[in-house]
């Protein structure tokens, strides 16, 4: 069992950053695959980025060059590092692990 905690959600206006973080803790040697996901209002979720245990990372065309994943090298905390944010960002987002387990999710509002 892997419990994730995301933190670092919030208010941002357009072109602003804001970095998401997410805490693993449990059966930590097991994670293989850690992502983000979000779900814009209305909408389905919808993958973000994703990072292997080997470090190679992958993004949705929305966020590529403006988003950047990222772990600690022990696996508890990953990143999410998000520039030029766009009012399109505006979703709750998830922290995702061996595609199984699931945070509670964060807000994040982009609007000036």
């Known amino acids: 069992q892997v419990q994730l905690v995301e933190s670092g959600g919030g208010l941002v206006q357009p072109g602003g950053s804001l970095m998401l973080s997410c805490r693993a803790s449990?059966?930590?040697?097991?994670?293989?695959?850690m992502g983000w996901y979000r779900q814009p209002p209305g909408k389905q979720r919808e993958l973000v980025a994703t990072?292997?245990?080997?470090?190679?990372?992958m993004y949705a065309d929305s966020v590529k060059g403006r988003f950047t994943i990222s772990r600690d090298n022990a696996w508890i905390t990953v990143y999410l590092q998000m520039n030029s944010l766009k009012s399109e960002d505006t979703a709750v987002y998830f922290c995702n692990c061996n595609y199984g387990y699931w945070g509670q999710g964060i807000q994040v509002t982009v609007s000036s």
């Open positions: 449990g059966t930590i040697s097991t994670i293989y695959l």
């Open positions: 990072i292997s245990k080997g470090g190679t990372s």
